[in-house]
């Protein structure tokens, strides 16, 4: 049974940092690209970073380059989305996500996932 769980995200102040993490089971972390999706009332969910663990080639929003950083840790099957200089426009749910495919830019540009965890919260306020 495919599992993604998330853990991390809360409330901060903007400029702050956040952790979220994404622990993963059921599959073969390495076959897949992993990534984070966010969703607001306003806009539908988007790719806000995404990674490959098999080459470590990663993709970036243009929103959140620079400020975020994706890792992760084969050994631990775990997905990492460091959030430095958070804005009050990062608020969402973050979702993390399991691609069809090892490519991260297909997973964050055309949603190619075929799983999903529960979502974190992640508030920023001014």
């Known amino acids: 049974e495919v599992q993604l769980v998330e853990s991390g995200g809360g409330s901060v102040q903007a400029g702050e940092s956040l952790t979220l993490s994404c622990t993963t089971s059921?599959?073969?972390?390495?076959?897949?690209?992993i990534g984070w999706f966010r969703q607001t009332p306003e806009k539908e969910r988007e790719g806000v970073s995404c990674?490959?663990?098999?080459?470590?080639?990663?993709y970036y929003a243009d929103s959140v380059k620079g400020r975020f950083t994706v890792s992760s840790d084969n050994a631990k099957s775990t997905v990492y989305l460091q959030m430095n200089s958070l804005k009050t426009e990062d608020t969402g749910l973050y979702y993390c996500?399991?691609?069809?495919?090892?490519?991260?830019?297909?997973?964050?540009?055309?949603?190619?996932?075929?799983?999903w965890g529960l979502g974190r919260q992640v508030t920023v306020s001014s």
């Open positions: 059921g599959f073969t972390f390495d076959e897949y690209a």
């Open positions: 990674i490959s663990s098999r080459d470590g080639s990663t």
């Open positions: 996500v399991k691609s069809t495919a090892q490519w991260p830019d297909l997973l964050c540009n055309f949603r190619t996932y075929d799983y």
